[in-house]
DNA sequence: CTACTGACTTGCCATAACCTTA
DNA sequence: TAAGGTTATGGCAAGTCAGTAG
């Protein structure tokens, strides 16, 4: 028996790093096997078909799936693709086959888009079979026990083989993503649990009982060469505690975040560099919602956060647009999404940026003298459990608060508004919907329509008016009103499109999702639904509404971040 | 200090599933 | 009832950050 006195992040480690006392699960699901082409389909060399071994074959398949892919296109993706393939072929096979362009995969390509369409033109009893086949798996593979409670797992499958893509311009594309095999795997879970078996068979690297990490499986991809893990559904009690915890240091970091400011604008005029470094770095975090920015190596894409920024990815303005001390930031940041943005800093700022970038070349760091790990021990110093992620969480949620609390109409539309600033300000993109363009245009064919009805609506008041006027009777009053309503209610059809217009037109290259599920605290949503009375649906789908169950629990109507 | 590893969160995208409309 | 559009879900890549060894 322990009375709970400390916070929890000051807490003792053994119960900060225990993570569950019971751990049971079937283990992870094996991708099905191989399926070699049938005879008729042939891959051709130089003109000449060519029967390829079962493995070579196989990864033959992953390109020839992925032609009509514009990357299959690239040198990189060629060449890494190639290499790799050739390694895996037999010494006859690479005897002959020496020069990707005079590969066809034609027929390979045909033959899977012939099976794509196949797959979608089942029949509905076809899909059902599908369905409960998933639906099977699912329940056997797709939950664990921890504790003595049923929780989903993520990802229970195991990542199927094939060519790796990597985002943005990645020196690894078109590498071969090897086939897992449990010898490959190791399992986590309790001892005295039932352990899962391997396939028959096989047997698993290891079975370890570590309860101080949450992952079920974990296994090294050969990419990289980095873990990559099964771990539970975000749905899981053990995810949402951490998810709460989570919200709980952005709301600590409110209480602190004046004095904060005030202290990295006292180091701008630091004797030191690095403690100068530092202070605009943590501003720009601050200000701009930039990620800590770990350093990369040259293996992966050339992508950087706020910490890795180079000389090159800033441009300074003394006056820019009538604005004074303009940073003109162009990078590309996670997942190769470009930053782009000019913004108006402090006059110190703007002199100690001059000051970093003096005798340095276009591709030197810009924060030469600062690392990450220098950044957040600093930071936690000034609170424990703060790092540089926990300004975008705080920034983020304190904007959507903020956003919610000045607009006062309780409308979807306000709210997905204010979400929308959070995704500017944490510059959430995605590419604009193949769709887009046709579905604006049937909207605003939508509108067109509504405002001929409108006006046609307005004649027919203005004769009913009319006829009101030369012969008034109950029936004409009764009419006129009738016409007054109609043109009222259609301009509010009319408005509500326009505003649907606009909403969809903001939405265009702005994605909503990631900053809903990372960085909103879900009890800023959960309290405005209560207090405009919008029903908790209209807001967050199943999924969402399972991970922020602990948020919809706790929440009242009251709560501010 | 740096380099490296491991565990966990965050991020965009393709596609499946669903929903509306002609 | 199929076509076409929209939304939900899964997939997996790519970050962050702590810990450890040397």
């Known amino acids: 028996f322990r009375v709970q006195t400390l916070p929890l992040w000051e807490e003792g480690k053994s119960s900060d790093t225990q993570k569950w006392s019971s751990l049971e699960h079937k283990g992870p699901y094996f991708p099905p096997e191989y399926e070699p082409l049938p005879d008729n389909i042939c891959f051709n060399y130089d003109g000449q078909p060519v029967k390829l071994s079962p493995v070579t074959e196989e990864i033959a398949t992953f390109y020839a799936k992925m032609l009509d892919h514009e990357y299959t296109s690239k040198e990189v993706f060629q060449n890494n693709f190639f290499c790799d393939w050739r390694e895996e072929m037999t010494k006859e096979e690479r005897k002959l086959i020496k020069t990707l362009s005079k590969c066809d995969f034609s027929q390979i390509h045909k033959y899977f888009v012939e099976k794509s369409e196949e797959r979608k033109n089942m029949t509905k009893e076809e899909k059902q079979v599908l369905k ?11 939950y664990c026990l921890l504790d003595g409670h049923r929780e989903k797992i993520g990802n229970f499958k195991l990542e199927p083989p094939g060519l790796f893509r990597g985002r943005g311009e990645h020196p690894k594309m078109g590498k071969l993503k090897k086939r897992i095999q449990p010898e490959d795997v190791t399992i986590n879970c309790s001892q005295d649990s039932k352990i899962p ?124 647009d009538a604005q004074e001390h ?21 006059k110190q700022v703007f002199k100690n940026l001059k000051l970093f970038i003096k005798h340095k070349d276009p591709e030197d760091d810009l924060f030469d003298r600062i690392t990450t790990v220098k950044l957040n021990k600093t930071l936690n110093e000034s609170m ?66 509504k405002k001929e009805q409108i006006e046609e609506a307005k004649k027919e008041l203005k004769e009913a008016k009319k006829a009101h006027k030369d012969a008034p009777s109950d029936k004409s009053k009764k009419l006129l009103e009738k016409k007054e309503k109609a043109v009222q209610r259609l301009g509010e059809q009319l408005k509500k499109l326009q505003l649907q217009e606009t909403d969809r037109e903001e939405n265009k290259v702005i994605a909503l999702g990631t900053s809903k599920l990372n960085y909103l605290d879900p009890r800023i949503s959960v309290a405005w639904c209560k207090k405009h009375q919008v029903p908790i649906e209209k807001i967050y789908n199943k999924t969402q509404r399972d991970k922020f169950a602990w948020a919809i629990d706790m929440t009242d109507e009251n709560f501010q971040f």
């Not at 409960?132 to 797709?142: K, P, Q």
């Not at 424990?384 to 920034?395: E, Q």
Request: proline share 3%; hydrophobic share 35%.
């Open 326 to 346: 303009v940073v003109e930031f162009d990078f590309l940041g996670k997942d190769s999404i470009r930053y782009y943005n000019k913004v108006p800093v402090e």
């Open 384 to 449: 424990p459990g703060l790092t540089a992620k926990v300004f975008r969480t705080f920034n983020a949620s304190t904007t959507l608060q903020d956003q919610l609390n000045k607009l006062t109409t309780g409308k979807i539309l306000s709210y997905n508004r204010a979400n929308r600033a959070v995704a500017i300000l944490c510059n959430h993109q995605r590419a604009a919907p193949k769709t887009f363009e046709r579905s604006m245009q049937l909207l605003q064919e939508k509108i067109q329509k």
């Open 132 to 142: 409960e086949e998933a639906s099977r798996l699912m329940e056997e593979y797709g």
């Open 197 to 320: 078996a391997p396939p028959a068979g096989h047997r698993w690297k290891r079975v370890q009982h570590d309860n101080t990490v949450t992952w079920l499986a974990s296994w090294l991809e050969n990419i990289h060469g980095r873990p990559k893990y099964i771990m539970l559904n975000p749905s899981s009690k053990l995810k949402g505690e951490k998810d709460w915890q989570k919200y709980e240091t952005a709301r600590r970091l409110k209480m602190k975040v004046d004095s904060i400011r005030k202290q990295y604008r006292r180091d701008w005029t630091s004797r030191e560099m690095k403690i100068r470094q530092r202070g605009v770095a943590i501003y720009f975090i601050d200000k701009l919602a930039l990620r800590a920015g770990n350093e990369k190596d040259d293996e992966s894409a050339d992508t950087v956060g706020c910490c890795s920024l180079r000389v090159e990815h800033i441009t300074l303005h003394r006056r820019l």
